[in-house]
Structures are given as structure tokens and as C-alpha cells.
């Protein structure tokens, strides 16, 4: 028999919420009748037409402390289709361990549907339960996160329906764990999506034509592949495991090279994207103009995808009360807690900007990790295994006396 708290994760699973068109829409429906079998509060969010950010209420007993935020994404990256086994939006179950436990297929499985779903379970239980407690905890589920958070959590972290919620703390995305460990989050890497585009001479292949796009381009790209070389090797020496080190270098990744239509023409122009990830240990804007000397030294020009204004870390000493909940409540579930730095972006950024701490944590720990990738699974006692997880988690979140 298929657990209902696995059928309700499929269900949110099967909703296409993927770029470029995610149907935000049926998503929205499907939240707001979860809200309502669970016997929440709600509240849909459109902070830019056709992307709705629903709010789920759990009410405390004191409305004057400053609320919870749990948040989540709603929207999932593309697939390519024909390197998944299983329908990627059919959220196929598949025994195994002889029909013990089951995986299920579906994009968002990990990221970040799982954590989401997992709200509405904890919410669940505890409505079950007539608990209450004094802080008011709600749960977002926004759209756009994976896209910048144009629609999401950018316009609604500054919007007066956000204000009104008095967000005193915040939980946001935390990591599927390969290794033993849960990891707390307080901190992420800055992402710096960079474009570097050359213009030089065009000819016939059969030439030696000199000053070439591609020409021009070749340093800024090796100087970059060696940076990624030096961090790599940097990470490799870090005593430790290495997802609980990764956050702490930088990443580089050569993602998207464009250039010529033809074997015997000389391109005109030509350009080199880099997916890089910078250390919230070290100064971003330095690193931006290194880029941008890089950029001019070479003769090409440089555009940024995006660029955060600074390292947005709000550092959390081990006296943090709410830290303290997170720790307690992994010991208690049985969870090995380890405090690193986020090694992607999440949208916890946005309440950091606001001064507001958020926290990065998720229940999945020893689970393979698949975000983005092809076959993207989650195993279902894991799943499971994450409602007492946020169901407790909330609970004493929702009981830290006011710190202000
Ligand atoms: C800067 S928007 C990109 C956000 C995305 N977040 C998770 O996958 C990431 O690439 O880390
Ligand atoms: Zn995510
Ligand atoms: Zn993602």
C-alpha cells in the first residue's frame, strides 16, 4: 500500500513546474487545496503576473513574536528527456531492495519538491496533533528560484505582503547529503555567471588568419580552467568530507561555448560562459574586477549574468538560538549536524539582504545526489523519514523565545 504522504509528494511531483514554461498555475491550485484539506491559512502572492507565491499559515499563540518562514521552490531546471529511464513528470514509483522500498523518478524529487512536500506533511501532523505553540510558522512556496528568482522570492522579499508576515527567521533550501551528514546552512556561496565574447578576423579556413576570435579567447579561458584547477586541488586537500568542504573554495565550470557555423570559416566572433561560484570567505568584489582585468588584458569583453552587489553571510555563532534548535533536532532524529557553507544559491539570500537569518537545511541525508541531473530520484523511506524530521523541527523553532 502506497503511503497517502507519498501519493500527496507525487502528486506535487507530476505538476510540469518546469522552465522554460512551468505551470505555476495548477501548482498554485494544488498548494492552496492542500492548505485547505490540512486546515491552514493561505494566502496567494502575485508579485509579477502568472507567478503566484502561496503562503501557508500555522498560527501561533502569541501573533506579536516575529514568525517562521519555511521556504521552498516551486519550479524545477529542464530535462533532457531521452537520457531519463522513467516519464520525468510521471513521478514513477520502482521497487527495490525486493520490494522493500521504492524510488521515485521525477525532476524536483530532490530539488526541491522533497523539502516542500515535507513542509506539508510536518504541518499535517502537527494540525493532527491540536499542538500549538507561540510563534506563528508559515511555509512559502515560490516560484522562479531556479531562474534567478525574477517572479519569486526577488519581488516578494521586497513587497509589503512580505512585511506584514514580521519573518523573524527563516528556513530555506538545504542540501540531499551523499555522505552521513546534515548539513546547516547559515552561509552560501556567491554565483557569478559570467559571458566572455572575443571579435577578431574571419577568413577562409585554409589561412593562417591572425587575430581571431578564438584566439583571443583561448588565455581568458586556460587562466579560468587553472583557477579551477588550483580550487580543485585546494578542496582535495582539505581534511574532511568533501561536500562539507566544497562551499569553502571556488568553483569554476565552463558550461556554454559559442562560436562557429563552419569547418572552413574563421569566426568572427566568439564567447565562453562560466558558471563560477565564489567563496562567501573571500572579497566578491575584488574577484569582479580580477574578471573584469582579465576580460580587458585579453581584448574581449565580459558580461555578467548576474551580479550580487556583496557576500551576503550572516554569520551564526554557535549561541544562535535557532541554530541550536536545528542541531538539537538532527541529534534527536538521529542526524549527524555539520554547520559549512551552502555550495549553490538558494533564495535564503533574499532574506539575508533583509537582515533577516535563514538557515539552509534539509531532512535527506545518505541518499545519492542527483539535483539536475538525469534520473533524479528520491527514495521513499528517506522521504519518509523527513516528515518527524520538519514536524519537530517546527515545533521548537516555533517555542525560541523572542531574542530581539
Ligand atoms: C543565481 S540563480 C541560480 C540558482 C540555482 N539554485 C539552485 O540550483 C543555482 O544555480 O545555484
Ligand atoms: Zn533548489
Ligand atoms: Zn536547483
Redesign the pocket.
Known sequence: MEPASVTRFREYLKIKTVHPTPDYEKCAEFLVNQAKEIGLGYQVVECVKGKPIVIMKLEGTDPSLPSILLNSHTDV?PVFRDKWDYDPFAATRVPFDDGKDFKIYARGAQ?MKVQGALYMEAFREIKASGKKFPRTVYASFVPD?????IGGMDPFSKSQEFRDLNVGFGID?GSVSADGNTYILPSERA?V?VVFTAHGNTGHGSQFIEGTAIEKILPVINELLDLRASELAKLNALPGQRETNLGLVTGVNLTILEGGKQANVVPETFSATF?I?YSPLKDLHEFYEYLENLAAKNGCEIKFL?REEKNISKPVTDDNEFLKVIKSTCIDTGRKPVVTVMS???DARWLRMKGIQSIGVGAIHDHPEY??ANNEYMIESKYIDGIPFYTMLIERLACVPDTN
Open positions: 531546471v530539488d528560484e531556479e531562474t534567478v528568482s533550501e554565483t555567471p558558471d561560484r548576474y549553490a544559491c538558494t539535483p539536475h
